[in-house]
């Protein structure tokens, strides 16, 4: 098993990677591998932080990071990280490569001076890694609520000092949708079904921490 950077000769396998991992998991299709995509000629991806997981010499996950930031009540800015998509291949999660692919990353993230991260996902998956809920941090995005899929790590205790923050992502997440359906149709086509999974996904990305 080796983490090592992502290079150009794996990008096209870590986009198939991310939309056979993706596919059907949160909506009908996905979008995550177009976001892979776009992602890397962005000014706030973060390459020194975007890894694969090899087994036996092929990969197999990946993770990537962008650039995101806090803004206090006083307008002063904080920059800190976000990562998405974690991606492995179906056949090999839950055997831990995400979570070998996650700590790698956080010893990095830390190393480049990042202290702090936060993400959109199912807690159920990142609460074992440190994260927790958004409210705990006092960070909420601009509308002023807290979701409940919205976690933070901090990489350094008390690097979040108690301020109440709200979170802006990066620009590159508000990807147009009609050029993802574009470029997914231009692959191998894959079956869009309803999964149980689409359930969750809904019922947590409405939810709020009060």
Same mark, same amino acid.
């Given at each position: 098993?080796?983490?090592?950077?992502?290079?150009?000769?794996?990008?096209?396998?870590?986009?198939?990677?991310?939309?056979?991992?993706?596919?059907?998991?949160?909506?009908?299709?996905?979008?995550?591998?177009?976001?892979?995509?776009?992602?890397?000629q962005?000014?706030?991806?973060?390459p020194?932080?975007?890894?694969?997981?090899?087994?036996?010499?092929?990969?197999?996950?990946?993770i990537?990071?962008?650039?995101?930031?806090?803004?206090d009540?006083?307008?002063k800015?904080?920059?800190?990280?976000?990562?998405?998509?974690?991606?492995?291949?179906?056949?090999? #999660?839950?055997?831990?490569?995400g979570?070998?692919? &996650? !700590?790698?990353?956080? %010893?990095?993230a830390? *190393?480049?001076? +990042?202290?702090?991260?936060?993400?959109?996902?199912?807690?159920?998956?990142?609460?074992g890694?440190?994260?927790?809920?958004?409210?705990?941090?006092?960070?909420?995005?601009?509308n002023g609520?807290y979701?409940?899929?919205?976690m933070?790590?901090?990489?350094?205790?008390?690097?979040?000092?108690?301020?109440?923050w709200?979170?802006?992502?990066?620009?590159?997440?508000?990807?147009?949708?009609?050029?993802? #359906?574009?470029?997914d149709?231009?692959?191998?086509? &894959? !079956?869009?079904?309803? %999964?149980?999974s689409? *359930?969750?996904? +809904?019922?947590?990305?409405?939810?709020?921490v009060?």
């Amino acid at each position: 098993m080796l983490i090592r950077n992502e290079e150009t000769k794996d990008y096209e396998v870590v986009e198939a990677i991310t939309r056979k991992a993706f596919y059907n998991l949160y909506v009908p299709g996905c979008v995550e591998h177009y976001l892979v995509h776009i992602m890397r000629q962005h000014e706030d991806f973060v390459p020194e932080l975007d890894f694969v997981v090899e087994e036996d010499g092929h990969v197999i996950g990946n993770i990537m990071y962008t650039k995101a930031r806090l803004v206090d009540e006083a307008k002063k800015e904080k920059q800190i990280l976000t990562f998405g998509p974690v991606s492995v291949l179906p056949e090999y #999660q839950r055997m831990g490569y995400g979570k070998m692919l &996650m !700590e790698h990353s956080f %010893e990095k993230a830390l *190393e480049l001076g +990042y202290d702090a991260i936060v993400i959109f996902g199912i807690p159920g998956n990142y609460v074992g890694r440190g994260f927790k809920s958004c409210k705990k941090y006092n960070i909420c995005i601009d509308n002023g609520t807290y979701p409940a899929a919205m976690m933070v790590k901090e990489l350094k205790a008390g690097a979040l000092n108690g301020r109440k923050w709200i979170y802006y992502n990066s620009p590159v997440m508000q990807m147009d949708e009609k050029d993802a #359906q574009s470029f997914d149709d231009a692959l191998e086509k &894959m !079956e869009k079904r309803y %999964e149980p999974s689409q *359930e969750e996904f +809904y019922i947590l990305s409405n939810s709020y921490v009060h």
